[in-house]
């Protein structure tokens, strides 16, 4: 694919013949805010720090008494569905192809009455919980369901277009020589996956679990070394157009300072695969994956980066790792703006492993990715100790930088 330096991915829009439209994006900043914490997986409200009033939509002062002291909280989401309706109309383009479309307004036990999509399972009177999740823009998007009964995330057509349920998708893993690209065969396997890509530098060579992937139905190895651009290249005219899931697990952490031997030569080589690995990789695949998102009913699809929690803070005994992986990150952040609106979620993963991986640590990682697959979040976090580094890191990181130096 050879685009304009200038040129980002074609999104939907009236010129793009017959793939579906994009929500409008959000604009303010209460919207990014909304957004941001939906992307976790959290509903946030705000609330004023001199009265306790909560209110939503998001004001600029509080309408009890007026301070402009106001906190976002994160609620649990849990209230009363007072009214529901079904729209048959609509003058936007992109629900439109949505309708019939139920809609709902719930009164939180915190006070404030929030519009929702309403899942199947939800009617008039009902005790419901809202949950927050990200559209196809970027918006934060609501949706409530009973109470009283589980209801499968998977199992409704507009839940489908905010998540990405490894049933029936076709899925291309970037490193399964590791056991954490063999855990994350296993997970879309079990739960689902039409078609799994084993992706490896070279599927002649024997590595750990190689026999247990070969017997796996609908599983094929696949040659993809990502230090090639050709090699990337010739898998994604391959499979490309066919992919629902990428999941790219080539991210690994090395102990090692900036000062000590061998840390240019290391870097080098880690860099060909964890940062240009990770363009060669977007640069194949994303616009096929962006086709098949957008072109086919209201179905997303997903890309997953794996990273250390490190790729958000610098810790000098793994300082030059760490570097690359925040590049990459960085990347990710680019790839996120570039999916947008396209219909493919991008989905970070961080976890807290040291570099020494074991399949009972590859197996959580694994069952979080899914988690957040089945739940449409953008963001993840697996372990006590990235979840404590990644809250600190939200709350001040210039704080959690030096806190680090000292372990
Ligand atoms: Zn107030």
């Given at each position: 694919?050879?685009?304009?330096?200038?040129?980002?991915?074609?999104?939907?829009?009236?010129?793009?013949?017959?793939?579906?439209?994009?929500?409008?994006?959000?604009?303010?900043?209460?919207?990014?805010?909304?957004?941001?914490?939906?992307?976790?997986?959290?509903?946030?409200?705000?609330?004023?720090?001199?009265?306790?009033?909560?209110?939503?939509?998001?004001?600029?002062?509080?309408?009890?008494?007026?301070?402009?002291?106001?906190?976002?909280?994160?609620?649990?989401?849990?209230?009363?569905?007072?009214?529901?309706?079904?729209?048959?109309?609509?003058?936007?383009?992109?629900?439109?192809?949505?309708?019939?479309?139920?809609?709902?307004?719930?009164?939180?036990?915190?006070?404030?009455?929030?519009?929702?999509?309403?899942?199947?399972?939800?009617?008039?009177?009902?005790?419901?919980?809202?949950?927050?999740?990200?559209?196809?823009?970027?918006?934060?998007?609501?949706?409530?369901?009973?109470?009283?009964?589980?209801?499968d995330?998977g199992?409704?057509?507009?839940?489908?277009?905010?998540i990405c349920h490894p049933r029936n998708r076709n899925v291309l893993i970037t490193n399964v020589s590791t056991p954490t690209g063999l855990a994350m065969v296993k997970s879309m396997r079990d739960h689902g996956a039409r078609q799994i890509y084993a992706g490896c530098?070279?599927p002649?060579?024997?590595f750990a679990g190689k026999n247990v992937l070969t017997e796996m139905q609908g599983v094929s190895l696949a040659?993809l070394?990502?230090?090639?651009?050709?090699?990337?290249?010739?898998?994604?005219?391959?499979i490309?157009?066919e992919l629902d899931i990428l999941i790219n697990t080539?991210?690994?952490?090395?102990?090692?300072?900036?000062?000590?031997?061998?840390?240019?030569?290391?870097?080098?080589?880690?860099?060909?695969?964890?940062?240009?690995?990770?363009?060669?990789?977007?640069?194949?695949?994303?616009?096929?994956?962006?086709?098949?998102?957008?072109?086919?009913?209201?179905?997303?699809g997903a890309?997953v980066?794996i990273?250390?929690?490190?790729?958000?803070?610098?810790?000098?005994?793994?300082?030059?790792?760490?570097?690359?992986?925040?590049?990459?990150?960085?990347?990710?952040?680019?790839?996120?703006?570039?999916?947008?609106?396209?219909?493919?979620?991008?989905?970070?993963v961080?976890?807290?492993?040291?570099?020494?991986?074991?399949s009972r640590?590859s197996s959580a990682v694994a069952a979080a990715t899914l988690d957040g697959l089945c739940?449409?979040?953008?963001?993840?976090?697996?372990?006590?100790?990235?979840?404590?580094?990644?809250?600190?890191?939200?709350?001040?990181?210039?704080?959690?930088?030096?806190?680090?130096?000292?372990?």
């Amino acid at each position: 694919m050879v685009r304009d330096r200038n040129s980002r991915l074609k999104g939907p829009g009236p010129c793009s013949g017959s793939v579906t439209p994009a929500p409008p994006r959000p604009s303010s900043h209460a919207a990014f805010v909304l957004a941001a914490y939906a992307a976790e997986g959290s509903l946030v409200l705000q609330h004023c720090d001199e009265c306790g009033a909560v209110m939503y939509p998001p004001r600029e002062i509080c309408p009890a008494c007026l301070s402009d002291g106001l906190s976002w909280r994160a609620e649990n989401g849990d209230g009363v569905l007072i009214a529901e309706t079904t729209l048959y109309s609509s003058t936007s383009a992109y629900f439109r192809e949505r309708l019939p479309l139920r809609v709902g307004a719930i009164r939180l036990d915190v006070g404030p009455v929030i519009a929702a999509h309403l899942r199947m399972n939800a009617h008039a009177g009902d005790r419901v919980r809202v949950t927050a999740v990200t559209d196809r823009s970027g918006n934060a998007a609501f949706i409530a369901s009973a109470q009283r009964e589980r209801c499968d995330m998977g199992e409704e057509t507009l839940i489908e277009e905010f998540i990405c349920h490894p049933r029936n998708r076709n899925v291309l893993i970037t490193n399964v020589s590791t056991p954490t690209g063999l855990a994350m065969v296993k997970s879309m396997r079990d739960h689902g996956a039409r078609q799994i890509y084993a992706g490896c530098a070279d599927p002649s060579i024997e590595f750990a679990g190689k026999n247990v992937l070969t017997e796996m139905q609908g599983v094929s190895l696949a040659a993809l070394d990502l230090r090639s651009s050709s090699s990337v290249a010739t898998l994604a005219r391959q499979i490309g157009h066919e992919l629902d899931i990428l999941i790219n697990t080539s991210h690994s952490l090395r102990h090692g300072s900036i000062t000590c031997a061998g840390s240019y030569e290391a870097a080098r080589s880690d860099a060909e695969i964890e940062i240009f690995g990770l363009m060669r990789l977007f640069e194949a695949f994303a616009e096929p994956m962006r086709v098949k998102a957008s072109g086919v009913g209201l179905t997303s699809g997903a890309w997953v980066n794996i990273f250390s929690i490190y790729a958000l803070a610098n810790a000098p005994s793994c300082g030059v790792s760490a570097a690359l992986q925040a590049g990459a990150f960085s990347l990710s952040q680019s790839m996120r703006a570039e999916f947008a609106g396209c219909g493919v979620k991008l989905l970070n993963v961080f976890h807290d492993n040291d570099g020494a991986e074991d399949s009972r640590w590859s197996s959580a990682v694994a069952a979080a990715t899914l988690d957040g697959l089945c739940r449409g979040l953008e963001t993840v976090v697996v372990g006590v100790r990235a979840r404590d580094i990644y809250k600190r890191w939200r709350e001040d990181p210039s704080v959690l930088e030096r806190e680090l130096v000292e372990q």
